[in-house]
């Protein structure tokens, strides 16, 4: 079995492209690969098989975070997932490519090849849908916090009165795993705070997962977030530890929000066979 490895922003994912739809991966492989100490090491696995029968799809994406459980969705895993589909030259793909998902059908554009090895994606991610606020115990340090609805759950908690260094003082393994302790499935955190010109500073506990670099359906949850509070307008920059995506808010609910930002090729694995015998 052979996999490609890709991040976006440092958000890294494995990638088994299966047309045949006969390598499955289950949440103990998915746990094993995903190791860092004992693995290959990513955020979570990725599989492609065709799209079931009458989808008007040109694939379909199963995604499996690091602890094994099933995510819904990844703005930066199917950034990178198109891009091991352009790279494994996955037949009939144009520039546009629609990828079913958990969370539904997705449309991931491939803009240009920066390097020989990054090329830059945007995906139409659904709409931002500000749900309502979070339970008083979420807010903690923050001055106000609220759930968003990415096609997968987030909480966001609004640090900008405190400024990006009490931010980063917040230990956020324990305020994660707290908040994945009382919510029913699980929600991604995040804290943000606005830098003053338009962008947002923040960072990211992803369910089944920990801490990680960057978090694409997290930059929209917290766009939108934002956007509600008054923080920044439709066109948001989001700044995180891994780098910088860009977000486009619709202007109107049921609009999709727009992510863009890069994918970068890592490796290429083969599983199994000893490369020396």
């Not at 199963?62 to 494994?88: F, H, K, T």
């Not at 943000?192 to 960057?214: F, H, N, S």
Request: with cysteine.
């Amino acid at each position: 079995m052979r996999l490609t490895k890709h991040h976006g922003l440092g958000n890294d994912f494995l990638v088994l492209l299966d047309p045949s739809d006969s390598h499955p991966v289950d949440a103990a492989l998915a746990r094993s690969l995903c190791d860092r100490h004992t693995g290959v090491g990513a955020d979570g696995i990725m599989r492609a098989t065709p799209p079931a029968a009458g989808s008007t799809a040109q694939v379909r994406m199963d995604l499996l975070n690091a602890d094994g459980s099933r995510a819904e969705m990844s703005g930066n895993g199917i950034r990178c997932l198109a891009q091991a589909l352009v790279l494994g030259h996955w037949p009939d793909l144009t520039s546009e490519i629609t990828i079913d998902t958990d969370a539904g059908p997705r449309v991931v554009t491939v803009h240009r090849q920066d390097d020989p090895v990054t090329h830059s994606l945007s995906v139409a991610m659904g709409p931002a849908r500000v749900a309502g606020d979070a339970p008083e115990w979420a807010d903690g340090a923050a001055a106000r916090a609220v759930l968003v609805d990415m096609g997968n759950p987030h909480l966001v908690l609004d640090l900008s009165a405190a400024g990006s260094a009490a931010a980063d003082e917040v230990d956020l393994v324990t305020l994660g795993e707290t908040v994945n302790a009382k919510v029913a499935g699980g929600a991604n955190v995040h804290l943000v705070t606005a830098t003053g010109d338009g962008a947002l500073a923040v960072r990211t506990y992803e369910r089944g997962v920990g801490p990680t670099q960057a978090c694409g359906t997290g930059a929209c949850a917290s766009a939108a977030a934002a956007r509600a509070w008054g923080l920044v307008g439709d066109r948001v920059p989001v700044d995180m530890p891994g780098g910088r995506a860009e977000v486009q808010l619709g202007s109107s609910p049921g609009d999709q929000a727009v992510l863009r930002g890069p994918a970068t090729f890592v490796a290429e694995i083969q599983l199994g066979a000893s490369p020396w015998h």
